[in-house]
C-alpha cells in the first residue's frame, strides 16, 4: 500500500483505541455501535471494502479520511526444516521490517519487530548496522500480527518484542499497541503470552513496572562484567550492570512477574569458565535471592556485517551446566529456521544491500 502525500493527514485508524475510534465515527456523522464493527474488521486484517456489514457510503468516507496501516508482504520464506516462517514487510513508506512466524507446542508465536533499524549499537546485532530509521506505529506492530494471522489462516497466540528495534526506545507507540492486541474485540492475545526483550533501558524498565500489564520482561544482558557488556553493548555505558540487574529487582518486585536473561554465546568472547563464573557472581551480588534466575542462552547467528562466530556445543553444554550448578536456570534457545536468516534484521539488511547496488549499476549506467 503506498500512501500519497496529501495536504490534510489520513487518520491512521488502526492504532485508535475503541473511545478514539468512536469520537472518529461521530464525526464522520455515524452512530457509536460503528466504531465497534470498524474495530473488528480492521483488527480481523479486512480492508475497508471488505467491512461488508457497513453502508457503501460509511466506506467511502473511511477511504477518504482513513488508512490501515497494515504491512505488505515484500518477501515470504518457509523453512524446511521446521515450518517456520519469515516475512519480510513494506511499510506505508516503502520502508521494510521483518517478523519471523514460529510454531511451538503450545500455540503459534510471532516474533515482531518495533522500529525500522535500530538506534543501540549492540555489535553482534544485524539490526543495528545502518542506525535507526523511524519508530514504528501501534498500527505497524499490530499489523505484522494481522497480517501474518491472515497470511497464515492459524491463530497467531503469542508474541515476542525480539525483532528489530529496541520496543523500549518506542515506549509510547509500544505501550498502545500491547493494549489494542489484548483487546476482546480485537486479536485478544493475552499479556501472559507476550515477552517484551529490551537491551537494558533502565528508565523504560521503571516505567514498565508501574503499567500493570502482566507481560514477561527479557533482559539482554550478554556479558556479565561492565567493561566486556560495554564493549559489545554500548547501552551499558549509559546503564551498567548494576543499575540493569537492580531494575530487574523492581520490576520484579512490583509485577510479581519473572525476568528472563538472555545471553549470546559469542565464540571466545564471553563464552568461557571465567564469564560462567563472572555471570554467577555478578547475579548472586545483585539478585541473590530476591527472584528466581532464568538464564536463555543464545549461540550467536552470525550475521554477514561482523565477524562473531557462535560457541561450539560442548562449550555451550558446559556453560549451561555451571549456571544450573550454581542454583539457576539455563536453557539453550533452539534455533529455529536457520535455513531462512530467520535472526531479525538479516532481510533488511540485504534489501538495502541490493538497493545500494542497483543505485550504484544505475549510477554507472548513466556515467
Ligand atoms: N532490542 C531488544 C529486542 C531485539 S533483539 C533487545 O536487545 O533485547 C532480540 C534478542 O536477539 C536480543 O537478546 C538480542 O541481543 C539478540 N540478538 C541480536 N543479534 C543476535 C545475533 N546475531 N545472534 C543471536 N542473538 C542476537
Same mark, same amino acid.
Given at each position: 500500500?503506498?500512501?500519497?502525500?496529501?495536504?490534510?493527514?489520513?487518520?491512521?485508524?488502526?492504532?485508535?483505541?475503541?473511545?478514539?475510534?468512536?469520537?472518529?465515527?461521530?464525526?464522520?456523522?455515524?452512530?457509536?455501535?460503528?466504531?465497534?464493527?470498524?474495530?473488528?474488521?480492521?483488527?480481523?486484517?479486512?480492508?475497508?471494502?471488505?467491512?461488508?456489514?457497513?453502508?457503501?457510503?460509511?466506506?467511502?468516507?473511511?477511504?477518504?479520511?482513513?488508512?490501515?496501516?497494515?504491512?505488505?508482504?515484500?518477501?515470504?520464506?518457509?523453512?524446511?526444516?521446521?515450518?517456520?516462517?519469515?516475512?519480510?514487510?513494506?511499510?506505508?513508506?516503502?520502508?521494510?521490517?521483518?517478523?519471523?512466524?514460529?510454531?511451538?507446542?503450545?500455540?503459534?508465536?510471532?516474533?515482531?519487530?518495533?522500529?525500522?533499524?535500530?538506534?543501540?549499537?549492540?555489535?553482534?546485532?544485524?539490526?543495528?548496522?545502518?542506525?535507526?530509521?523511524?519508530?514504528?506505529?501501534?498500527?505497524?506492530?499490530?499489523?505484522?500480527?494481522?497480517?501474518?494471522?491472515?497470511?497464515?489462516?492459524?491463530?497467531?497466540?503469542?508474541?515476542?518484542?525480539?525483532?528489530?528495534?529496541?520496543?523500549?526506545?518506542?515506549?509510547?507507540?509500544?505501550?498502545?499497541?500491547?493494549?489494542?492486541?489484548?483487546?476482546?474485540?480485537?486479536?485478544?492475545?493475552?499479556?501472559?503470552?507476550?515477552?517484551?526483550?529490551?537491551?537494558?533501558?533502565?528508565? /523504560?524498565? $521503571?516505567?514498565? &513496572?508501574?503499567? *500493570?500489564?502482566?507481560?514477561?520482561?527479557?533482559?539482554?544482558?550478554?556479558?556479565? !562484567? =561492565? +567493561?566486556?557488556?560495554?564493549?559489545?553493548?554500548?547501552?551499558?555505558?549509559?546503564?551498567?550492570?548494576?543499575?540493569?540487574?537492580?531494575?530487574?529487582?523492581?520490576?520484579?518486585?512490583?509485577?510479581?512477574?519473572?525476568?528472563?536473561?538472555?545471553?549470546?554465546?559469542?565464540?571466545?568472547?564471553?563464552?568461557?569458565?571465567?564469564?560462567?563464573?563472572?555471570?554467577?557472581?555478578?547475579?548472586?551480588?545483585?539478585?541473590?535471592?530476591?527472584?528466581?534466575?532464568?538464564?536463555?542462552?543464545?549461540?550467536?547467528?552470525?550475521?554477514?556485517?561482523?565477524?562473531?562466530?557462535?560457541?561450539?556445543?560442548?562449550?555451550?553444554?558446559?556453560?549451561?551446566?555451571?549456571?544450573?550448578?550454581?542454583?539457576?536456570?539455563?536453557?539453550?534457545?533452539?534455533?529455529? /529456521?536457520? $535455513?531462512?536468516? &530467520?535472526?531479525? *534484521?538479516?532481510?533488511?539488511?540485504?534489501?538495502?544491500?541490493?538497493?545500494?547496488? !542497483? =543505485? +550504484?549499476?544505475?549510477?554507472?549506467?548513466?556515467?
Amino acid at each position: 500500500m503506498t500512501i500519497q502525500a496529501t495536504t490534510t493527514p489520513k487518520a491512521d485508524l488502526l492504532s485508535m483505541d475503541m473511545a478514539e475510534l468512536e469520537a472518529f465515527v461521530k464525526a464522520l456523522g455515524e452512530p457509536r455501535f460503528r466504531a465497534q464493527q470498524i474495530f473488528e474488521w480492521m483488527h480481523r486484517g479486512a480492508s475497508f471494502s471488505e467491512m461488508t456489514n457497513l453502508s457503501g457510503g460509511l466506506r467511502e468516507k473511511l477511504a477518504a479520511n482513513a488508512v490501515l496501516y497494515v504491512p505488505r508482504i515484500l518477501e515470504k520464506y518457509v523453512s524446511a526444516k521446521d515450518g517456520t516462517v519469515k516475512y519480510l514487510w513494506e511499510l506505508y513508506d516503502g520502508e521494510n521490517v521483518e517478523s519471523v512466524f514460529m510454531r511451538y507446542h503450545h500455540g503459534n508465536t510471532i516474533c515482531i519487530s518495533t522500529q525500522a533499524g535500530c538506534r543501540m549499537g549492540c555489535a553482534f546485532c544485524a539490526s543495528t548496522v545502518g542506525g535507526k530509521v523511524r519508530d514504528l506505529l501501534p498500527s505497524e506492530m499490530l499489523g505484522q500480527v494481522i497480517a501474518a494471522q491472515r497470511d497464515m489462516g492459524e491463530r497467531i497466540s503469542g508474541i515476542v518484542l525480539m525483532g528489530i528495534g529496541e520496543p523500549l526506545d518506542n515506549y509510547d507507540n509500544v505501550l498502545r499497541f500491547l493494549r489494542l492486541v489484548n483487546h476482546e474485540r480485537g486479536l485478544g492475545i493475552g499479556h501472559r503470552h507476550i515477552s517484551l526483550s529490551t537491551c537494558g533501558l533502565v528508565d /523504560g524498565i $521503571d516505567r514498565l &513496572a508501574e503499567e *500493570g500489564l502482566g507481560i514477561t520482561l527479557s533482559v539482554s544482558l550478554h556479558a556479565p !562484567t =561492565d +567493561e566486556l557488556r560495554s564493549r559489545i553493548m554500548p547501552v551499558n555505558r549509559k546503564w551498567n550492570v548494576e543499575q540493569l540487574l537492580c531494575a530487574t529487582v523492581r520490576y520484579f518486585e512490583k509485577t510479581g512477574r519473572r525476568i528472563s536473561f538472555e545471553y549470546t554465546l559469542i565464540s571466545g568472547q564471553n563464552d568461557t569458565a571465567e564469564e560462567a563464573a563472572a555471570l554467577v557472581a555478578v547475579m548472586r551480588k545483585y539478585i541473590g535471592r530476591a527472584m528466581p534466575i532464568h538464564i536463555n542462552l543464545i549461540p550467536v547467528n552470525p550475521i554477514r556485517e561482523r565477524s562473531f562466530q557462535a560457541s561450539d556445543e560442548g562449550r555451550i553444554r558446559r556453560f549451561a551446566a555451571y549456571l544450573e550448578k550454581n542454583g539457576m536456570t539455563a536453557t539453550v534457545r533452539r534455533t529455529l /529456521g536457520p $535455513d531462512i536468516n &530467520a535472526s531479525c *534484521g538479516q532481510l533488511r539488511n540485504q534489501k538495502h544491500q541490493s538497493e545500494k547496488d !542497483t =543505485d +550504484e549499476t544505475n549510477i554507472k549506467e548513466t556515467e
